[in-house]
C-alpha cells in the first residue's frame, strides 16, 4: 500500500518559469511533510518542510501548499533554473513514529 | 563540519553472499537510519538505531540486521543476497528522534550490486 502518490513522474519546465509537483497521502495521522531535493550520485537533501497547521509555507523561490482536508500538499518551484534539475521526493511521517514514508519521486528537467 | 560518510561508495556481490555497509553519523547526531532506494524509486525505511539499539523497523526481512557502536557509527548487514537487494543503500543521521524537529541528514549512498 503506497501512503503517499507523487505526481508527475516526470517535469520538463522552461527557465523562469514555475514548476508545481503534487503529492497526496493516505494516513491522517502523518503530521510533517518533509520534501527532498536529490541530485545524481548524491543522497536526498532536505529542501523544505510543512506541519499541517499551516497552509503555506515559502523559503525562498520554494512554496509548500498543504490541503488536510483534501489530504494532498504541493510544492512550487518559482523562477525555475537549470539548477533546480534534479529529482524531487515528497514524504510524510508521525512524530511518535521514526520512519519517514517517501514518494516515488518527480523527475524536474528546467530547459536553459 | 563532516556530514554523512558511507563506505563502500558501490559494491558488486554475488547472490547468496553477505554483505557489510558501513555509516558515520555527522558530527553531533546520535540517530541513524537506513533506507534502500531503488532505481526510479524513493527511498524505503528498513530500521533505525539509536543507543545501540533498534528503535523502529520498516517492512524487511530478517536477512537485514544492522548494529550501532558506541560513537554512534553504524552498520548494515545483508544476508543471503538476492537480486532484488540490488540498490543504492543510504545512511541518514538525526539528533534524537527523527521528523518533526530534527530532518534526516542523507549520505550519498552506497551502491550494491548482486549478480
Known amino acids: 500500500q503506497q501512503q503517499v502518490k507523487q505526481s508527475p513522474q516526470s517535469l520538463i519546465v522552461q527557465k523562469g518559469g514555475i514548476s508545481i509537483i503534487n503529492c497526496a497521502y493516505e494516513n491522517t495521522a502523518f503530521d510533517y511533510f518533509p520534501w527532498y531535493q536529490q541530485f545524481p550520485g548524491k543522497g536526498p537533501a532536505l529542501l523544505i518542510a510543512i506541519r499541517p497547521d499551516v497552509s503555506e509555507k515559502k523559503e525562498g523561490r520554494f512554496t509548500i501548499s498543504f490541503n488536510k482536508s483534501a489530504k494532498q500538499f504541493s510544492l512550487h518551484i518559482m523562477d525555475s533554473q537549470p539548477g533546480d534539475s534534479a529529482t524531487y521526493f515528497c514524504a510524510a511521517s508521525r512524530f511518535i513514529d521514526d520512519k519517514i514514508i517517501f514518494g516515488k519521486g518527480t523527475r524536474l528537467h528546467i530547459l536553459p | 563540519d563532516a556530514g554523512v560518510t558511507q563506505s563502500p561508495t558501490h559494491l558488486i556481490k554475488t547472490r547468496g553472499q553477505q554483505v557489510t555497509l558501513r555509516c558515520s553519523p555527522k558530527?553531533?547526531?546520535?540517530?541513524v537510519s537506513w533506507y534502500q532506494q531503488a532505481l526510479g524509486q524513493g527511498p524505503q525505511f528498513i530500521f533505525q538505531y539509536y543507543e545501540e539499539e533498534e528503535r523502529q523497523r520498516g517492512n524487511f526481512p530478517d536477512r537485514f540486521s544492522g548494529h550501532q557502536f558506541p560513537n554512534y557509527s553504524s552498520e548494515l548487514n545483508v544476508n543471503a543476497l538476492l537480486l532484488g537487494d540490488s540498490a543504492l543503500y543510504l545512511c541518514?543521521?538525526?539528533?534524537?528522534?527523527?521528523?518533526?524537529?530534527?530532518?534526516?541528514?542523507f549520505g550519498n549512498g552506497t551502491r550494491l550490486t548482486v549478480t
Open positions: 558530527s553531533g547526531h546520535d540517530t
Open positions: 541518514a543521521s538525526s539528533l534524537g528522534r527523527t521528523g518533526t524537529e530534527q530532518p534526516l541528514h
